[in-house]
């Protein structure tokens, strides 16, 4: 019940019924003043709010302390006490990627150490003109001898990071001068290879494989362009029968464009551009996961008639939430480290990794009610299938990023 003042009149504002309670018989609607002051509405936000964090937190506290407890009282009727899965869902997982995105920045997602050492020297360096300018002339004693003891730190850490600048360089241009053949090599070792395999420069990170075969190279053809406009002029051109397919052109036209994108903005820009997109795909990649999860599930368990398909995808919702707040525990423990330096976090980390799977086969046992034996022999088997599972979403949002960035330039 909310704690809206009631209105004295007993007809419905909304559909205009004869109110006989607080609430409309017909649509619903609570039969309350209208307008209402501010006071009223603060206390009312309040009152929401303390709502939802008691309802929050007990829900919370179900569902990480008795594995499939929450999900077994749901389908059993038992709601008002708890929140709705798909509240419950969005919330932690909404939560868990403003974290997760907050300490891992997906602009850093394919910074080479050369870049980040470039990115490290230039704040020392701003770091050092500042400290030259400011405390090293302060009239403060202490000051300046703290001043010059800083100082000091920073040309020593400056210094090591341009040698190892300097090192990096050295060893790319070398790189740049090689070109190494395998296929001698393997042939000097007594390894027949068919044609020729080379390799160029670090830097460009570029491979060719020359089967010495018609057959794989006519294949293939069609993705040699480089240029998606010459690929597009060229199938205009030629004859019906010699036309790629619909569906090879719509392959092609995909990898060509990501080439074409990457020889445009650069390799190592159109990796980061890539990754950049792979990593903000990952909250969809879980979502679309979700359900076909619930499918193993329900594949799993499929003897148990009583069960329905949203039964199965309740304990999915309910366990990926709890996946989340574990993972969270995993970042708060990173950050830990990186400030305290402490070993021994290493082992905590474990443990709640541990702790993931543990919980998932607890659940399962709660849930379900199957013996231990079989429970295990199931938790093995949606795990083996998740794997797959992921494995082959990977490669689709994979495909995906790659076919964004290279329409981005076009």
Same mark, same amino acid.
């Given at each position: 019940?909310?704690?809206?003042?009631?209105?004295?009149?007993?007809?419905?504002?909304?559909?205009?019924?004869?109110?006989?309670?607080?609430?409309?018989?017909?649509?619903?609607?609570?039969?309350?003043?209208?307008?209402?002051?501010?006071?009223?509405?603060?206390?009312?936000?309040?009152?929401?709010?303390?709502?939802?964090?008691?309802?929050?937190?007990?829900?919370?506290?179900?569902?990480?302390?008795?594995?499939?407890?929450?999900?077994?009282?749901?389908?059993?009727?038992?709601?008002?006490?708890?929140?709705?899965?798909?509240?419950?869902?969005?919330?932690?997982?909404?939560?868990?990627?403003?974290?997760?995105?907050?300490?891992?920045?997906?602009?850093?997602?394919?910074?080479?150490?050369?870049?980040?050492?470039?990115?490290?020297?230039?704040?020392?360096?701003?770091?050092?003109?500042?400290?030259?300018?400011?405390?090293?002339?302060?009239?403060?004693?202490?000051?300046?001898?703290?001043?010059?003891?800083?100082?000091?730190?920073?040309?020593?850490?400056?210094?090591?990071?341009?040698?190892?600048?300097?090192?990096?360089?050295?060893?790319?241009?070398?790189?740049?001068?090689?070109?190494?053949?395998?296929?001698?090599?393997?042939?000097?070792?007594?390894?027949?290879?068919?044609?020729?395999?080379?390799?160029?420069?670090?830097?460009?990170?570029?491979?060719?494989?020359?089967?010495?075969?018609?057959?794989?190279?006519?294949?293939?053809?069609?993705?040699?362009?480089?240029?998606?406009?010459?690929?597009?002029?060229?199938?205009?051109?030629?004859?019906?029968?010699?036309?790629? !397919?619909?569906? &090879?052109?719509? $392959? +092609?036209?995909?990898? #060509?464009? *990501?080439?074409?994108? @990457?020889?445009?903005? /650069?390799? %190592?820009?159109?990796?980061?551009?890539?990754?950049?997109?792979?990593?903000? !795909?990952?909250? &969809?990649?879980? $979502? +679309?996961?979700?359900? #076909?999860? *619930?499918?193993?599930? @329900?594949?799993?368990? /499929?003897? %148990?008639?009583?069960?329905?398909?949203?039964?199965?995808?309740?304990?999915?919702?309910?366990?990926?939430?709890?996946?989340?707040?574990?993972?969270?525990?995993?970042?708060?423990?990173?950050?830990?480290?990186?400030?305290?330096?402490?070993?021994?976090?290493?082992?905590?980390?474990?443990?709640?990794?541990?702790?993931?799977?543990?919980?998932?086969?607890?659940?399962?046992?709660?849930?379900?009610?199957?013996?231990?034996?079989?429970?295990?022999?199931?938790?093995?088997?949606?795990?083996?299938?998740?794997?797959?599972?992921?494995?082959?979403?990977?490669?689709?949002?994979?495909?995906?990023?790659?076919?964004?960035?290279?329409?981005?330039?076009?």
């Amino acid at each position: 019940m909310s704690h809206y003042k009631e209105r004295v009149e007993k007809d419905c504002l909304n559909c205009g019924t004869q109110v006989e309670g607080r609430f409309c018989q017909q649509c619903g609607q609570e039969n309350i003043i209208a307008r209402e002051s501010f006071w009223s509405l603060l206390t009312h936000f309040v009152y929401d709010i303390t709502h939802f964090d008691s309802k929050f937190f007990g829900t919370m506290k179900v569902l990480l302390t008795k594995p499939g407890q929450l999900s077994l009282e749901y389908i059993r009727g038992k709601r008002v006490s708890q929140l709705h899965p798909i509240r419950m869902y969005v919330f932690t997982s909404a939560f868990f990627f403003i974290i997760f995105f907050s300490l891992y920045k997906a602009d850093r997602i394919g910074e080479s150490d050369f870049d980040r050492r470039k990115a490290k020297l230039e704040k020392l360096e701003l770091a050092k003109t500042v400290v030259t300018e400011k405390p090293l002339l302060s009239a403060d004693s202490t000051e300046r001898k703290t001043a010059r003891s800083v100082l000091a730190d920073l040309e020593k850490e400056i210094a090591g990071i341009k040698l190892e600048i300097r090192e990096e360089e050295r060893e790319d241009s070398l790189d740049q001068l090689e070109k190494v053949n395998i296929s001698d090599t393997l042939k000097k070792a007594g390894i027949n290879v068919p044609g020729n395999i080379t390799v160029q420069g670090k830097e460009s990170e570029f491979f060719t494989l020359d089967t010495g075969s018609d057959s794989s190279n006519d294949a293939f053809s069609s993705v040699n362009y480089e240029s998606l406009e010459a690929y597009r002029r060229m199938q205009a051109a030629l004859p019906a029968d010699k036309k790629d !397919s619909w569906v &090879k052109k719509a $392959f +092609v036209t995909k990898i #060509i464009a *990501a080439v074409e994108t @990457g020889k445009i903005q /650069g390799e %190592r820009a159109y990796l980061k551009n890539f990754l950049y997109n792979l990593f903000h !795909s990952m909250p &969809k990649m879980l $979502f +679309v996961s979700l359900p #076909i999860f *619930a499918l193993f599930l @329900g594949w799993l368990y /499929g003897r %148990r008639k009583e069960l329905t398909y949203s039964d199965h995808a309740i304990f999915t919702i309910h366990t990926y939430c709890a996946t989340f707040i574990f993972l969270l525990g995993t970042f708060a423990l990173s950050s830990l480290q990186e400030t305290t330096g402490w070993g021994i976090i290493n082992l905590l980390q474990v443990i709640i990794t541990i702790a993931v799977y543990l919980y998932l086969y607890k659940g399962m046992r709660r849930f379900y009610g199957d013996s231990r034996r079989k429970t295990i022999i199931k938790f093995i088997l949606l795990n083996i299938l998740s794997f797959f599972m992921m494995s082959l979403l990977l490669v689709i949002f994979t495909a995906i990023s790659a076919a964004q960035v290279g329409n981005s330039a076009h």
